[in-house]
């Protein structure tokens, strides 16, 4: 049995301390419910994203708080996912495998960060060493920004894209993340010579190609797929779904730019949606640094190999393109929430399909591909969604 998404609520990112991690969960959980047009009641169990770097917040959703202090009596059960901005993805799988098993009809699922609370150093310390090896990479002074530096200077150097190629990518994302009344970056487009004339942090990436930290929170309401479509409100349904592995630690894996992960990947969803890539009208990347936006392009089979920067060079991702790409603005164009990053693409995928994304929608949106990944990209999870009842 497939599922929908029925309900989505989110609140702005931002750097705003005075914001709390319960009141921000209230507000998402709450109107992810209204949303879906059901009682709080009626959740059957929530599923939580690990907020990374918060060890508070994590234990109490550990410990099953969010249900008890939201006073949902119809829980049955909890739990918590953690596969960095690959958790959400995870949270939608065992969502589904709770609604398989008549388990629940309803699953909520939750995330919060709030990092501008958290003191820079410990900040620092959390994403130099998250997602690299301790031996074989941070003893020798890599960054998450240095190794995906280093990652981008080779696909430049492989494809024959340059510093200015690289960052129009940029400059489309926080052209979306402009549009975007949720995103820290909202009204707030940049041009090529912004991002070129920004601090250079790790060579080739300048201070705008890297992530912001930011906070932030959203919550999906999931059900079947005959009940959305008995419900009768506008849903994404899932159709199709693939992962792939490529490895935990940068320097040790084959497949550099991930191509291969998100080619198979995309073809297992697609076949599962008897779908093909021409028929998606939305594209969603989630890899948190540019050269990740060019080579899922190239995974995907919408260009060649090595040609994956062409279009968005071209202007064809960013706003009024005809190849519209990563509307959320990515972890660059909206500001880096943690494992939650991937939340929010769920939940601007689902307004699109909906047709709720205001200046940001993209014209007849009926399918989308989404990508998420985890830690250092250490894998690819892709799934197509359609905003009709197969």
Known sequence: MSIAIIGVAEVPTARDPDRTRWGILR???????????????????????NPM??????LDMALGRIPEVLG????????????GGASTTNALRM???????????????????IQSDIPNETLINFFATAPLDP?????????FNGAMGLITNRYMHDSGATMEDMAAVTVALRGWGALDEMSIFHGKPVTLDDVMNSRMVSTPLHSKECNFLADGGGALLVTRSDIAREMGKPAAYEYGHGTRFTGATPVLRSDVYFTKA???SSQDALKGAGLSIDDMDLRQIYGAYPFTQCTALEGYGVVPEGDGY??????????????PCTTMGDATGRGHTGSGVSMAFYIDTVRQLRGEAGRRQVKDCEHAIISTSGGSV???????FGRSPK
């Open 310 to 323: 062409k279009p968005w060079a071209e202007g064809r991702c960013g706003p009024g393109g005809d190849l």
């Open 53 to 58: 770097a918060q060890p508070d917040l994590a």
């Open 262 to 264: 998100y080619r198979e």
């Open 135 to 143: 031996q074989w990479e941070y003893p020798y002074g890599v960054t």
């Open 72 to 83: 949902m009596e119809g829980c049955k059960d909890i739990c918590v996912v953690n596969a």
């Open 95 to 113: 969502a589904k495998y709770f609604i398989d098993n008549n388990q629940a009809d309803y699953v909520l699922i939750p995330h919060t960060t």
């Open 378 to 384: 250490m894998n690819t999870c892709t799934t197509v």
């Open 27 to 49: 507000e998402v959980c709450m109107g992810a419910v209204r949303d879906a047009g059901i009682d709080k009641n009626d959740v059957g169990a929530v599923i939580s994203v």
